[in-house]
């Protein structure tokens, strides 16, 4: 995926995004600083670094041709994962990007507990790993909405993939994604 929001050739031949409508990438997991910091964001639970780290993700949105979104939802985390964390770290870095577009933390919902993906490097596993672990809640709120989804990571795209369809079939008119660091 390029910095812009397109699918590059290598991702379309290697991988099969064709839930998502595209996807907005900050920068880069190599990056030593980012990687540490996205570390001790979700690791090492330091909430304050979500303000820091949505300055990167809306320096990705003034650059993208993004279509305006009608609404923002957070990749949801499982009860037991934000027990653990205390804080989903999608859901802070969108809260802190205040765009002045709604933002619904209640209508996608992780309903599945699954092993965390960070573990797991086969794209094949990874989706087996989360599928039927997202549900969509009142529907009307979605349908035939434009819909921006955020989240930290995107290693192999899974987790966007399960999101981006779950939304569709609830009814989304198009998913754009906005991740700070693409492995």
């Not at 570390?39 to 809306?58: I, Q």
Request: aromatic share 8%.
């Amino acid at each position: 995926m390029t910095n812009n929001g397109e699918v590059c050739p290598t991702c379309t031949i290697n991988t099969s995004h064709d839930t998502f409508d595209g996807i907005f990438v900050a920068s880069y997991y190599n990056d030593t600083l980012l990687k540490k910091a996205i570390h001790f964001y979700k690791y090492r639970f330091v909430s304050d670094l979500s303000e820091p780290l949505a300055l990167l993700l809306a320096q990705a949105l003034q650059n993208s041709t993004l279509p305006s979104p009608d609404i923002i939802i957070p990749v949801p985390l499982h009860k037991r994962r934000q027990r653990w964390r205390g804080f989903n770290q999608a859901e802070q870095l969108a809260q802190s990007l205040d765009l002045q577009i709604p933002l619904l933390t209640d209508i996608l919902l992780r309903v599945r507990y699954t092993v965390p993906q960070v573990k797991m490097k086969n794209k094949t596993k990874r989706q087996e790993n989360l599928t039927n672990a997202f549900i969509v809640q009142n529907a009307m709120h979605v349908h035939g909405k434009n819909i921006l989804l955020i989240d930290d990571v995107i290693t192999t795209g899974a987790t966007l993939d399960e999101c981006a369809r779950t939304l569709k079939a609830g009814g989304a008119k198009n998913v754009f994604c906005l991740v700070l660091a693409r492995e």
